[in-house]
Antibody
Framework: EVQLVESGGDLVQPGGSLRLSCAAS????????MNWVRQAPGKGLEWVSYISSGASIMYYADSVKGRFTISRDNAKNSLYLQMNSLTVEDTAVYYC????????????WGQGTLVTVSS | QSVLTQPPSASGTPGQRVTISCSGS????????VYWYQHLPGTAPKLLIYSNNQRPSGVPDRFSGSKSGTSASLAISGLRSEDEADYYC???????????FGTGTKVTVL
């Protein structure tokens, strides 16, 4: 069974930093592209960042470019999102999401972790 | 920002058919696959359709997807109470080099 478990969400002050993690299991993590997607309170889904399976290609939404860094450790089956210079607009539930299908499961998402940026 | 436009709401009675539209452009829907997600508050979004019209195993065949030009649609036939949720379309955007999501449609079962 594919499982994606996010962690690291917390209350942080504006200008602060936070590192989110996503632990993957149930599939060959190193073979799949991954994304971070967020949902601010009362808003829709917003794509944040993408990373290729081998971590050679990364893309970012304009709203986080230069402040967020996506990375992965295929040996640890883990995905990360380093978030710096946080603003109140970054307050959201952050989801990690897998691209592709395996074992009958497709484009899976984790349950999300809440990041609150407030003074 | 949401680049894909969806109606804010849709509704129907049990058993009816509901269709949700998703309008984009040549840089996203027109040139890439469309995905549809069902999202219930407090839960992980669930993939309903990928590659325009493919259903993952476990998704009822009441859900179907289609694409034409720069627009796509999700149809829910035989509407059931458990279909009450928010629905989002998504596609890769070549100009933005990133995914774009639709504005979201709240489906209500009357």
């Amino acid at each position: 069974e594919v499982q994606l478990v996010e962690s690291g969400g917390d209350l942080v002050q504006p200008g602060g930093s936070l590192r989110l993690s996503c632990a993957a299991s149930g599939f060959t993590f190193s073979s799949y592209e991954m994304n971070w997607v967020r949902q601010a309170p009362g808003k829709g889904l917003e794509w944040v960042s993408y990373i290729s399976s081998g971590a050679s290609i990364m893309y970012y939404a304009d709203s986080v470019k230069g402040r967020f860094t996506i990375s992965r450790d295929n040996a640890k089956n883990s995905l990360y999102l380093q978030m710096n210079s946080l603003t109140v607009e970054d307050t959201a539930v952050y989801y990690c999401a897998r691209e592709g299908c395996s074992g009958g499961s497709c484009y899976d998402w984790g349950q999300g972790t809440l990041v609150t940026v407030s003074s | 920002q949401s680049v894909l436009t969806q109606p804010p709401s849709a509704s129907g009675t049990p058993g009816q058919r509901v269709t949700i539209s998703c309008s984009g452009s040549s840089s996203n829907i027109g040139n890439n696959f469309v995905y549809w997600y069902q999202h219930l508050p407090g839960t992980a979004p669930k993939l309903l359709i990928y590659s325009n019209n493919q259903r993952p195993s476990g998704v009822p065949d009441r859900f179907s997807g289609s694409k034409s030009g720069t627009s796509a649609s999700l149809a829910i036939s035989g509407l059931r109470s458990e279909d009450e949720a928010d629905y989002y379309c998504a596609a890769w955007d070549d100009s933005l080099s990133g995914y774009v999501f639709g504005t979201g449609t709240k489906v209500t079962v009357l």
